[in-house]
Nanobody, 119 residues
Framework: QVQLVESGGGLVQDGGSLRLSCVVSGSIFGINVMGWYRQAPGKQRELVATITRSGSTNYADSVKGRSTISRDNAKSTVYLQMNSLKVEDTAVYYC?????????????WGQGTQVTVSS
């Protein structure tokens, strides 16, 4: 089993920055890809960013150029640095992980951390 615990959410003004953290514990050696989803009220869940074991990254168009996903293997932690935040970035952000590189199902989810961007 894999456990994911997020932190770093909070209230920030439009244009501000936040760094979300996700500590991974359990059977981490089976994890090949990790990412961040977000869910805003009344909106579809959105996959924001992903990072593979080898460090390859991918971003949703909505955050590309403003966000950076990274990992610190020594700390078993994945980060999402978000800059130039907008009101529309307000959502609950979930850390996700999966053992597959293809046909990813996102088997593991954290409890979520709230990000609120005020105007």
């Amino acid at each position: 089993q894999v456990q994911l615990v997020e932190s770093g959410g909070g209230l920030v003004q439009d244009g501000g920055s936040l760094r979300l953290s996700c500590v991974v514990s359990g059977s981490i050696f089976g994890i090949n890809v990790m990412g961040w989803y977000r869910q805003a009220p009344g909106k579809q869940r959105e996959l924001v960013a992903t990072i593979t074991r080898s460090g390859s990254t991918n971003y949703a168009d909505s955050v590309k150029g403003r966000s950076t996903i990274s990992r610190d293997n020594a700390k078993s932690t994945v980060y999402l640095q978000m800059n130039s935040l907008k009101v529309e970035d307000t959502a609950v952000y979930y850390c996700v992980a999966d053992p597959h590189l293809t046909a990813i199902r996102w088997d593991y989810w954290g409890q979520g951390t709230q990000v609120t961007v005020s105007s």
